[in-house]
């Protein structure tokens, strides 16, 4: 599944699942908090980014649930991760970018 979501959005979490959710923006994945907090969890999933130079909020920390594997895709674009990655027991991995 390819969700590609081009609107600002204004709720606090986004939770991935399966799948892949293709950003565009850090203003898809909801409302900034003043600080640190954890609005994106990966139960499993790819976060790709759509756009070159997308650059996500250091407040926007990002969760990896026990025994989960959260994908981080670049999609070959610049990606900014200024955010904590956290969890336990979870793993994180990004493809190697292509030529």
């Known amino acids: ?8 959005n204004t709720y606090t979490g ?7 959710l ?6 898809v994945l909801g409302t900034v908090t003043a600080s640190a907090a954890t609005n994106i969890t990966f139960t499993g999933g790819t976060l790709l980014a759509g756009v070159d130079g997308l650059s996500l909020n250091a407040s926007r920390t990002i969760f990896i649930a026990s025994n989960a594997t959260a994908t981080i895709n670049d999609g070959g674009y610049n990606l900014a991760i200024n955010g904590t990655i956290t969890g336990t027991n979870g793993s994180c991995s990004k493809p190697v970018r292509g030529p």
């Not at 599944?1 to 600002?8: D, F, G, S, Y």
């Not at 293709?22 to 203003?27: E, H, K, L, N, V």
């Open 1 to 8: 599944m390819l969700l590609t979501n081009a609107n600002i």
């Open 22 to 27: 293709q950003i565009g923006s850090d203003a």
């Open 14 to 20: 986004t939770v991935i699942n399966a799948g892949t």
